[in-house]
């Protein structure tokens, strides 16, 4: 059964720090990983989406890196800013089929100060 | 730019009540999904559904749950019997058949059993 873990489970950094989020998952037989963005009693809003066969994905100042091997996961966040304060939710899609389910990591709840 | 959209926001019930969620997927979606994530918990997998039956489900997803896609845009949710337990935030989520699978979240529906 695939577990996916992420820690710590909250993180406070001052504005304009470079940061990285962890992810890590039991079962490497994944067909995707995705990272998602939820703000306080909100929807989840889709950050990037790493294909198996994808070492890495980039959009604005995030970075996500994929290693499957070692079952593991990174989102870069460069330069942080306040409106960047969020939980931050990792999960990977099996390879059990396509459009399988997505397990989640229970996500860092990330705040950034001024 | 298409989303996902879910009514109602917020649903209170008595235990023992039946609800029904829903949710319009994206319009060129195929695969649907829903998910909940109890307060303070992760988010889990409940079921899929594609080409009008269930693909996937969970060992949550029990006789008091059903889907349906009733029409050529609505995808319901139905608990027959609600619990105490079943107080959870509830989110549809759609995708494409093909390409990189990458699953849309709605806003979520808040449900309270009281």
């Known amino acids: 059964k695939q577990e996916v873990t992420q820690i710590p489970a909250a993180l406070s950094v001052p504005e304009g720090e470079n940061l990285v989020l962890n992810c890590s998952f039991t079962d490497s037989a994944i067909y995707n990983l995705q990272w998602f963005r939820q703000d306080p009693g909100k929807g989840l809003t889709s950050l990037l989406l790493?294909?198996?066969?994808?070492r890495e994905q980039t959009s604005g100042r995030l970075n996500a890196s994929l290693d499957k091997s070692s079952g593991r996961s990174t989102l870069y966040i460069a330069a942080s800013q306040p409106g960047d304060s969020a939980t931050y939710l990792c999960a990977v899609m099996g390879a059990g089929g396509a459009n399988s389910k997505l397990t989640f990591g229970k996500g860092i709840t990330l705040s950034v100060r001024p | 730019e298409p989303e996902v959209t879910q009514t109602p926001s917020h649903q209170v019930t008595q235990m023992g009540q039946e609800v029904i969620l829903r949710c319009v997927p994206i319009s060129n979606h195929l695969y649907f999904y829903w998910y909940r994530q109890i307060l303070g918990q992760k988010v889990e997998f409940l079921v899929s559904f594609y080409n009008n039956e269930i693909s996937e489900k969970s060992e949550i997803f029990d006789d008091q749950f059903s889907v349906e896609r009733p029409d050529g845009s609505n995808f319901t949710l139905k608990i027959r019997s609600t619990k105490l337990e079943d107080s959870a935030m509830y989110f549809c989520a759609s995708s494409l058949a093909g390409g990189v699978y990458e699953q849309y979240f709605g806003p979520g529906t808040r449900l309270t059993v009281t």
């Open positions: 790493i294909q198996s066969s994808q």
